[in-house]
């Protein structure tokens, strides 16, 4: 059966830099941040696939997760590589909000 999930809110990382993110998608997985997209995971392309983005520490950037399954198998995940680090790590719970108000004091908002 098909069917997907999509997930939005906001990611605050912990360190001004490049941030990698890594993902692996049995159908699709595409990620936005701040509106841009930062890559598609394709099953039909192996699965893998990451990209790169910018992210100022203490700011909140827009975050926007879509996952689709078209049958059989469905599954996904997404990890990063903060900036200086070589192993790619799950995203922790502190970087993800889901809504506005949840946001942390003191937490500018990306483009403000
Ligand atoms: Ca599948």
Redesign the pocket.
């Known amino acids: 059966m098909d069917g997907g999930a999509r997930y939005s809110g906001f990611i605050i990382p912990p360190q001004t830099g490049r941030y990698k993110l890594t993902s692996y998608a ?2 699709l997985l595409r990620v936005w941040i701040d509106g841009k997209p930062v890559f598609e995971s394709k ?1 039909q392309d192996k699965g893998q696939a990451s990209g790169f983005v910018v992210l100022e520490k203490e700011t909140a950037y827009p975050f926007l997760l879509e996952f689709r ?6 599954t996904y995940y997404l990890h990063w590589v903060p900036p200086g680090e070589t192993e790619e790590t799950y995203i922790p719970l502190e970087s993800l909000y889901p809504t506005k108000p949840s946001l942390p004091k003191g937490i500018k908002f990306a483009g403000k």
């Open positions: 049995d159908d099953y399954d078209g049958g059989a198998w469905g």
